[in-house]
């Protein structure tokens, strides 16, 4: 993968000013050398503990496996200031291939063989009232159609979102850390370098299973769930 050429010191979760200072709307930056938590995009949106196959059990409604088949804008956010006129909200239409894991606990809508999911959406510059910047949260996929994911998902204000930047992991192949993360395609050696594999404390289930399939998942979810306080 091609490492990013602007230096360490710069490093850390504000990435969107360093990208804006740049020039660079939309850029990637994967593989930071000299720094602890090699940062992806964006910045980190964590609602709720999603790391662990445990977060997973204990804070989402479901997970599913999904394939990203289309998208839409679903609603629009005035912005007062700044370089952006506005935001979009975009939902993704993900069709369902497994669902590994169901809380047995709260209530939520069944899931059947498809469902709308709200991703990361795009601002638009004021500049010109028209053009697009992907909006992208820190070391996660965007979720764009083509690409499969596995998602740990909560049912809020009567829309599917995500437990946090943990809870959508590439899933192309079915094979964990495949696919497309922080708006680029990767393998899972991309992946283990974009995430945060190079940390001893690091225990989250994308690290875990990294190049893994759909059954090593569920028997991950299983014993999470079994282990449940």
Known sequence: MRRNLLPARVAGRPVVAVLAAAGVVAGVLIGWPGVDTVNGCGLAVNPY????????????????????????ESGREELSAGAFRYKLER????????????????????????????APGWKVLRS????????????????????????????????????????????????????EWCGRTVDTDDFAQGERAGRKADHSLEKTLLGQDLPDLQRALERAAGQKS
């Open 91 to 118: 939902t993704v239409e993900l069709e369902v291939q497994a669902k590994p894991f169901s809380s047995r606990t709260r209530s939520h809508p069944a899931v059947g063989s498809a469902l709308d999911y709200i």
């Open 128 to 179: 010109d009232g028209t053009t697009r910047v992907p909006q992208l949260t820190g070391d996660a996929p965007r979720v764009v159609p083509g690409h499969t994911y596995v998602l740990a998902l909560r049912w809020e204000q009567e829309r599917w979102v995500s437990l946090g930047e943990g809870a959508v992991v590439p899933f192309d192949g079915q094979t964990v850390g495949r696919g």
């Open 49 to 72: 503990p999603s790391e662990t196959a445990k977060d997973w059990v204990r804070y989402a409604d479901v997970v599913v496996v999904g394939r990203a088949v289309r998208e839409r």
